[in-house]
């Protein structure tokens, strides 16, 4: 149980253009979903944190016009990078909590822009 | 605020050898503790976790002891095996903070 999808695992994109990236709960509801970013051999950096239905919390530093994200469902939440540039080039990881401490983490998506 | 610190690798070790990875912790209250390994590529997978202190979390022969009175939650595996080469992140999830992971090679 308690399984989280992240689709896709692999993108590549142009300068300039959006992505979308989808995290599903699988097997429960997800009343809370977090997005983190990890740049190569670091750690996880929290970007921000969305409730169902609610609008997102973001982390000190992260821009929210750039990174939005969408949690319309109990078992789905995305986000959308826009404008992207090399620099958003990173690995992006979802979690999604059923309201418990623990959080249940999906694959990852690699966003690669050139 | 919150925090956690984790031992520093890279760790290399011979197979069957014992591991320890520090990992302390600043924060209010007792929050719960987790561990997490990370294959190259991949999401995060949850190895063990302690709610309370003096508890203890095991999973797949790792252990690791809430120490309140150290803040700590050392990991500890008496015998690595080759396929535990990854990643291992110490964590405070109710504040989402992770440590910065401390890579694992464990050489045949």
């Known amino acids: 149980g308690a399984v989280v999808s992240q689709h896709p695992s692999r993108v590549i994109c142009k300068s300039g253009t959006s992505v979308k990236i989808e995290c599903r709960s699988l097997?429960?509801?997800?009343?809370?979903m977090f997005w983190y970013r990890q740049f190569p051999k670091q750690s996880l950096m929290l970007m921000a944190t969305?409730?169902?239905?609610?609008?997102?919390?973001?982390e000190q530093g992260v821009e929210k016009d750039k990174f939005l994200i969408n949690h319309a469902s109990l078992t789905l939440s995305t986000l959308t990078v826009t404008s992207a540039h090399p620099e958003d080039s990173s690995f992006y990881i979802c979690?999604?909590?059923?309201?418990?401490?623990?959080?249940?983490f999906g694959p990852g998506t690699r966003l690669t822009v050139t | 605020g919150n925090s956690v610190t984790q031992m520093e690798g890279p760790v290399t070790l011979s197979e069957e050898a014992f591991l320890t990875i520090n990992c302390t912790y600043t924060?209010?209250?007792?929050?719960?503790l987790f561990w997490y390994v990370q294959y190259p590529g991949e999401g995060l997978q949850l190895l063990l976790k302690?709610?309370?202190?003096?508890d203890k979390g095991s999973n797949k022969g790792f252990e690791a002891t809430y120490r309140k009175e150290t803040t700590s939650f050392h990991l500890e595996k008496g015998s690595v095996q080759v396929s535990d080469s990854a990643v291992y992140f110490c964590?405070?999830?109710?504040?989402?903070?992770f440590g910065d992971g401390t890579t694992l090679t464990v050489k045949p």
């Open positions: 979690s999604a909590s059923g309201g418990l401490s623990e959080q249940y």
């Open positions: 097997d429960f509801q997800a009343t809370t």
């Open positions: 969305s409730n169902e239905g609610s609008k997102a919390t973001y």
């Open positions: 924060a209010t209250g007792y929050p719960s």
């Open positions: 302690a709610t309370k202190a003096d």
């Open positions: 964590a405070l999830l109710s504040k989402s903070t």
